[in-house]
């Protein structure tokens, strides 16, 4: 943890792109519209993995104590904080009045980041000690060699070929754990979706001014393609975990015939691994078909649950967000393992409105886990959509920070998990508590971290 009388210095770049750390002035970040200096205790060293970004056409800002907030002639940075870690802070940067407008960031979560006592410090806290997407110590050469033999031993599997190339191509982690056999294998399966979120990372309108950053699936498997899949992972890894939707994919409910049928015969051939389905949750009536099939588990992923800026974000087609809550309340009432994968952004996550929103989400639906995951966007692009959302409502609001935010949702909702990644329902400790019990509805505790399946 950072001590509390660090207080790092700004990083800027050269036009060589040289990192340096300013002799005077200090690290600022940024929550919402408010630009201030991060909170010690919202501190944390560089994490290992994680990366340092030049941001084109964006002036680094800092902070003078005695004049205030100044604007350098030297690029901004920012750090790509690496998974199992929340941004606390956004980097901070600035304008000149004679430029043109820079082009609109590439879809990664954009940290500050500072420089004090011989090492880097980003505003982001870890929230999963899983060590499920680290790779520093697994050698390129097992994963080509994985995802090889997965071809080969099904060469005619459309996803096989799908999921290595993701592997060997994009780096995918969830397709490099597959080819390597640990963890949780991706199944990704519709090609269509019924949202058109403004960060998607699988397609983007060439007017959005940003170019998705992965390909989407071009094809519909078959449960056959699937099942292969899924009992090949069973046969490797230590705990299998089994997950439908994909950064590659569309939304999986639209597809829930087929994922019910792999599923129904993937159960009924023995399999006993977790099987997950992250959705946008918009069509109830597939929750029960896929419940009913045998899945385990459903994250359902929300910006927001405030119906403004949940909807000005999505941009939903055919449902709404209470379509969402809905499929929140049928995965309790089916027993389901209940995940949200909440996309935080500093300044627009952590305010008082959203925080009322999502606790009671919380605690009317007893749900499991909150995966703390990063919105990955130009944060320009999302505050001018929050403000714009939340206009009629009073606007953003004062942001309470990351730690008070987790403070609360704890102290109100105490069986409550916050976390990162999809856990092992199947292996975990189950307890009762006393509002589970009145729905005569076992809730469970994730496990924090993994053995290591390396």
């Known amino acids: 943890m950072a001590s509390k009388r660090i207080q790092p210095k700004l990083v800027f770049a050269d036009a060589k792109g040289n990192i340096y750390d300013h002799p005077d002035l200090l690290m600022l970040c940024r929550r919402g519209g408010e630009f201030t200096l991060p909170r010690p205790d919202e501190l944390t060293p560089l994490p290992e993995e994680s990366r340092l970004y030049l941001l084109p056409g964006r002036h680094a800002l800092g902070y003078d104590p005695?004049?205030?907030m100044e604007a350098m002639d030297e690029t901004a940075v920012a750090a790509f904080?690496?998974?199992?870690?929340?941004?606390t802070g956004v980097a901070a940067w600035a304008y000149m009045e004679d430029e043109e407008p820079p082009q609109v960031l590439p879809m990664f979560s954009y940290a500050a980041v500072g420089y004090a006592n011989g090492r880097f410090y980003v505003a982001a806290k870890q929230v999963d000690t899983d060590r499920r997407q680290e790779f520093a110590n697994i050698p390129d050469h097992r994963i080509v060699q994985g995802a090889q033999a997965l071809m080969k031993k099904y060469p005619d599997n459309r996803l096989v070929r799908h999921?290595?190339?993701?592997a060997l191509e994009s780096c995918c982690p969830a397709a490099?754990?597959?080819?390597?056999?640990?963890?949780e294998a991706p199944l990704p399966t519709s090609r269509?979706?019924?949202?058109?979120c403004i960060g998607c990372i699988s397609l983007q309108d060439e007017a959005s001014g940003f170019p998705a950053t992965q390909n989407r699936l071009d094809f519909t498997p078959t449960p056959d393609e699937i099942l292969q899949i899924m009992q090949h992972h069973d046969s490797r890894a230590k705990k299998p975990i089994h997950s439908f939707g994909q950064g590659c994919e569309g939304e999986p409910l639209t597809e829930a015939d087929i994922i019910a049928e792999a599923v129904r015969r993937y159960r009924e051939a023995g399999g006993v691994g977790t099987v997950n389905v992250n959705s946008n949750g918009s069509l109830p009536d597939a929750v029960d078909k896929l419940a009913e099939a045998g899945i385990d588990s459903i994250r359902v992923s929300m910006n927001s649950v405030r119906p403004a800026l949940y909807h000005a974000y999505y941009r939903p087609r055919g449902y709404t967000l209470d379509d969402v809550k809905e499929s929140i309340a049928r995965a309790r009432k089916h027993g389901l393992f209940i995940s949200l994968n909440f996309l935080f952004f500093p300044g627009v996550s952590d305010t008082e409105d959203e925080y009322e929103a999502l606790s009671d989400l919380v605690e009317q639906n007893h749900v499991d886990l909150i995966q703390m995951r990063n919105l990955n966007i130009d944060p320009e692009?999302?505050?001018?959509v929050a403000h714009e959302a939340l206009e009629e409502t009073g606007g953003l609001g004062p942001s309470m920070g990351f730690i008070n935010?987790?403070?609360r949702l704890k102290k109100r909702c105490p069986w409550l998990e916050l976390g990162y990644f999809n856990p092992d329902v199947r292996n975990r400790p189950v307890r009762k508590d006393d509002d589970a019990a009145e729905d005569d509805l076992d809730a469970a505790e994730p496990k924090g971290k993994e053995p290591d399946e390396s």
Do not use: M, Q, S
């Open 81 to 87: 904080v690496c998974p199992g870690y929340t941004v």
């Open 381 to 384: 692009l999302y505050v001018g």
């Open 163 to 166: 999921l290595a190339g993701c």
């Open 192 to 196: 269509r979706c019924n949202a058109r």
């Open 66 to 68: 005695d004049e205030g």
């Open 405 to 407: 935010f987790r403070k």
């Open 176 to 183: 490099r754990n597959l080819a390597i056999g640990r963890f």
